[in-house]
């Protein structure tokens, strides 16, 4: 079964959308398979947005990401790589559809970086490489 990192990221923790997410994870009948709530530190979050280094948003999103807690999540079940991206929405929660996470609970807040209240692996080798990062042994 196929497996995908996802994150619930600092804002979605601080508005308490946890649940809200894990519930729409559920009900489109993916299984979790770990679950860990906590504050990222740089090493991790260096490793795990390394394609972003070097752009303009690189350190404001480092630096929003590791300002509060997390929610890690191990999700699996048949293409629930694209299945949890296509949950989420595109990246910007202005013009997200109506009916994903980041259409239905997000918004610009006018802030040097993007809060759009998850992560999701795009891809079978990043999903890999993030379980690795964020669940060592898993
Ligand atoms: P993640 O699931 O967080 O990886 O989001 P994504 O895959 O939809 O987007 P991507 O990996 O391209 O970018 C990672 C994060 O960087 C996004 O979630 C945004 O917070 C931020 N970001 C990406 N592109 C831009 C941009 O053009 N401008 C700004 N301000 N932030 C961006
Ligand atoms: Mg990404």
Redesign the pocket.
């Known amino acids: 079964r196929e497996r995908t990192l996802v994150l619930v990221k600092p804002d979605g923790v601080a508005r308490g959308l946890v649940g809200e997410v894990l519930r729409r994870v559920e009900a489109k009948g993916y299984r979790l398979v770990a679950l860990d709530l906590r504050t990222p530190d740089r090493e991790v979050l260096g490793a795990h ?1 390394a394609e ?1 280094e070097g752009k303009p ?1 690189y350190e404001p ?1 480092l630096e929003f990401m590791s300002s509060g807690p997390v929610a890690a999540v191990v999700v699996e079940g048949e293409r629930s790589i694209e299945g949890f991206r296509s949950l989420a929405g ?2 910007d929660p202005t013009t997200a559809a109506p009916g994903t996470i980041r259409g239905d609970l997000g918004r610009d807040w006018g802030l ?5 209240l ?3 692996s ?1 891809s079978p080798e990043s999903a890999a490489r993030e379980i690795g990062l964020w669940f060592p042994g898993l």
């Open positions: 947005y972003h948003f999103l595109t990246t040097k970086v993007q809060q759009n998850v992560h999701g795009d």
